[in-house]
């Protein structure tokens, strides 16, 4: 029903900025929460930023300051401008979005489990 198309990906060193990109196709007029997750190798899927339907963004701690989310109602593009990266920052990241209005899009509660409509993700490698 929904379908996420994620670019923007790529290598940087430790300071630099990457802004990714998604972009949504299909039945996108019924979503309440879009985010970014990222996973590094061994590490759980994890989000890092959220926006609801009226425009509310929320971070995880180890993100907020540095990170920034966005949307683009009338291109149906949700970006992730980060800047300061730091190596810890290296991990595949997904674009993901919800129908579901029950759970506040906030990563602190709302989870991978709690969506259901991925992008394919793209990789951010963050270098010294």
């Known amino acids: 029903q929904v379908q996420l198309v994620e670019s923007g990906g790529g290598s940087v060193q430790t300071g630099g900025s990457l802004r990714l990109s998604c972009a949504a196709f299909?039945?996108?007029?019924?979503?309440?929460?879009m985010a970014w997750f990222r996973q590094a190798p061994g590490k759980e899927r994890e989000g890092v930023a959220a926006i609801d339907s009226d425009g509310r963004t929320s971070y995880s701690d180890s993100v907020k300051g540095r990170f920034t989310i966005s949307q683009d109602n009338a291109k149906n593009t949700l970006y992730l401008q980060m800047n300061s990266l730091k190596p810890e920052d290296t991990a595949m990241y997904y674009c993901?979005?919800?129908?579901?209005?029950?759970?506040?899009?906030?990563?602190?509660?709302?989870?991978?489990?709690?969506?259901?409509?991925w992008g394919q993700g793209t990789q951010v490698t963050v270098s010294s």
């Open positions: 993901a979005a919800d129908l579901r209005v029950g759970l506040g899009c906030d990563p602190g509660i709302r989870r991978r489990i709690h969506y259901n409509y």
């Open positions: 299909g039945y996108t007029y019924q979503l309440h929460c």
